[in-house]
Each structure stands twice: as C-alpha cells, then as structure tokens.
C-alpha cells in the first residue's frame, strides 16, 4: 500500500519556524512536491525535490526562507520553514511522483501519490 504520511504541522509565531515531514512507504518515487492551500485559494506549488540526487526547486514565495531535502534512509522528505509569515498559514500537502523527473513539475498534475495534509497556522 503506497502512502505519503504528513506531520509537524502546528500553530507559530510570525518570524517562527517549522520543521514538516513526509514519510514514503509502499514503492519508489522519483521526486517529490510539497503543495499548500489557503481557505478560499487554489493549491499552489511550494518546493519539489529530486530523490536522485537531491536537487530542488522552489517557488519564488518561499525562496530563501523554505528548504526541502531528504533523507534517503529514512526515505522521509522534510520542509524546513523559516521567518513564517501569516501568509503562509496553509494545509501543507506532500506529493510523490513515479515517472522520472527529467525537469521539476510544479503542476498538480504532475504527481502521482499525494498525503492527507498539515495545517500550519502562522500568527502575527
């Protein structure tokens, strides 16, 4: 059974951080995307990283302040968020992919497997 499990969601300051987690188990991804979605907005595209050779691509939002990365022993995929703005309070989902990644996909589409999401809520 494939699952994509999310947790370190929580309630933090504005200028906080937060650690989020995703462990894979079930078979192998080629990379993976975290996603977050606001009340009342579309889900949009965060960070993807490659399992590979662990390279990654982030949106221009969360540039310089989020970093994705993996660890492949524990085949879990972490987001590390810092200077959390209210504006970032979102359900946080990841997402796996099973086709190679040639190029990073920031499409929904893109992805096969996806978690069942983390609420972060950021307070200012």
């Known amino acids: 059974q494939v699952q994509l499990a999310e947790s370190g969601g929580g309630l933090v300051q504005a200028g906080g951080s937060l650690r989020l987690s995703c462990a894979a188990s079930?078979?192998?991804?080629?990379?993976f995307a975290w996603f977050r979605q606001a009340p009342g907005k579309e889900r949009e595209f965060v960070a993807a990283?490659?399992?590979?050779?662990?390279?990654?691509y982030s949106a221009d939002s969360v540039k310089g302040r989020f970093t994705i990365s993996r660890d492949n022993a524990k085949n879990t995929m972490y987001l590390q968020m810092n200077s959390l703005k209210a504006e970032d309070t979102s359900v946080y989902y990841c997402?796996?992919?099973?086709?190679?990644?040639?190029?990073?996909?920031?499409?929904?589409?893109?992805?096969?497997?996806w978690g069942q999401g983390t609420q972060v809520t950021v307070s200012s």
């Open positions: 997402a796996g992919r099973i086709s190679p990644m040639y190029s990073f996909r920031s499409a929904e589409a893109a992805y096969d497997y």
């Open positions: 079930g078979r192998t991804f080629s990379g």
């Open positions: 990283i490659r399992w590979s050779d662990g390279s990654t």
